[in-house]
């Protein structure tokens, strides 16, 4: 991948790690509201985005995926960071 390619991935996965960082909040707000108005704790959301299989979207599966993509991220910031220095050697 060149600089520019890399660069645009980061900022997708920035993107959808904003996403499951906005999904976790909800679940934990609605987790609290669920526990202060019903003393149910219990909560079902689903990924669509595949339609011959839902998977559950639990606080534990959310956590994992923003371990996976902040993971992915750093090694897309390690290949830009060093692509940018072969690109800009020091010279000494």
Do not use: C, H
Not at 34 to 54: C, G, H, L, P, R
Not at 73 to 85: A, G, P, Q, T, Y
Request: no cysteine; proline share 1%; glycine share 2%.
């Amino acid at each position: 991948m060149n600089l520019e390619q890399l660069m645009n991935e980061r900022n997708y996965i920035l993107g959808e790690l904003k996403a499951y960082e906005d999904l976790q909040i909800a679940l934990e707000q609605i987790k609290r509201f669920n526990m202060e108005n019903f003393t149910e704790t219990t909560i079902k959301v689903y990924d669509a985005t595949n339609d011959s299989e839902m998977e559950e979207m639990t606080e534990s599966v959310v956590a994992i995926k923003i371990d996976e993509l902040t993971d992915y991220l750093l090694k897309v910031s390690d290949n830009i960071n060093r692509l940018k220095n072969d690109e800009n050697p020091e010279t000494s």
